[in-house]
Nanobody, 126 residues
Framework: QVQLVESGGRLVQAGGSLRLSCAASGLTFSRYAMGWFRQAPGKKRDIVAGISRGGSRTNYEDSVKGRFTISRDNAKNTVYLQMNSLKPEDTAVYFC???????????????????WGQGTQVTVSS
């Protein structure tokens, strides 16, 4: 079965950096667009960044542009989220997700994703 396992979440100070990883198994990774989402307490789950099958296209939520970078290594079946200049507002549970597609698109609605990981907690202190 398909499994997405996030790792790398932890407590960091504002201004610090963190890299999240999501290892995928049970799927043909190169056929899936990948996304990172986050959910803060009392809020809905929102897209943070998306990346196309081949990694040539990316999209970001406005609040993380210039600070976060999504990337993928299809040979390792892994997608990453490099987070720099972290702010307390970035505190949330971060999820990775996979969306099967024939096309090299990066932006999909939350409801379109097929598989989800369990999430990893990122806490940014001031």
């Amino acid at each position: 079965q398909v499994q997405l396992v996030e790792s790398g979440g932890r407590l960091v100070q504002a201004g610090g950096s963190l890299r999240l990883s999501c290892a995928a198994s049970g799927l043909t990774f190169s056929r899936y667009a990948m996304g990172w989402f986050r959910q803060a307490p009392g809020k809905k789950r929102d897209i943070v960044a998306g990346i196309s099958r081949g990694g040539s296209r990316t999209n970001y939520e406005d609040s993380v542009k210039g600070r976060f970078t999504i990337s993928r290594d299809n040979a390792k079946n892994t997608v990453y989220l490099q987070m720099n200049s972290l702010k307390p507002e970035d505190t949330a549970v971060y999820f990775c997700a996979a969306k099967s597609t024939l096309y090299d698109y990066s932006a999909y609605a939350t409801s379109e994703y097929d598989y989800w990981g369990q999430g990893t907690q990122v806490t940014v202190s001031s």
